[in-house]
């Protein structure tokens, strides 16, 4: 059974930092492509971040380069999301995904919330 849980969510004052995890079990975790989404609301989902399957090579977002950092560790099947300086239009619920070729897996999501 596939899997994607994310954690490490929560509320944090603009100019804070968190780190977001994401747990993937029931795949060869180490085939696949990992990346960050993230929604807010009323808006579409987007991405934030990518890693290749050997984390060699990685890419963002304009809105989040410099600040974020995404990384994997294929022994332990997981994927980091590291969040610095934070604002408040990060504020959105972020999305682990999987993929390889078209076949794509999907986490939960967990809420962010940047306010003072």
């Known amino acids: 059974q596939v899997q994607l849980v994310e954690s490490g969510g929560g509320l944090v004052q603009p100019g804070g930092s968190l780190r977001l995890s994401c747990a993937a079990s029931g795949f060869t975790f180490s085939s696949y492509v990992m990346s960050w989404y993230r929604q807010a609301p009323g808006k579409e989902r987007e991405l934030v971040a990518i890693?290749?399957?050997?984390?060699?090579?990685?890419n963002y977002a304009d809105s989040v380069k410099g600040r974020f950092t995404i990384s994997r560790d294929n022994a332990k099947k997981m994927v980091y999301l590291e969040m610095n300086s934070l604002k408040p239009e990060d504020t959105a619920v972020y999305y682990c995904?999987?993929?390889?070729?078209?076949?794509?897996?999907w986490g939960q999501g967990t809420q962010v919330t940047v306010s003072s």
């Open positions: 890693a290749t399957s050997s984390g060699g090579s990685t």
């Open positions: 995904k999987a993929r390889t070729g078209w076949l794509a897996y």
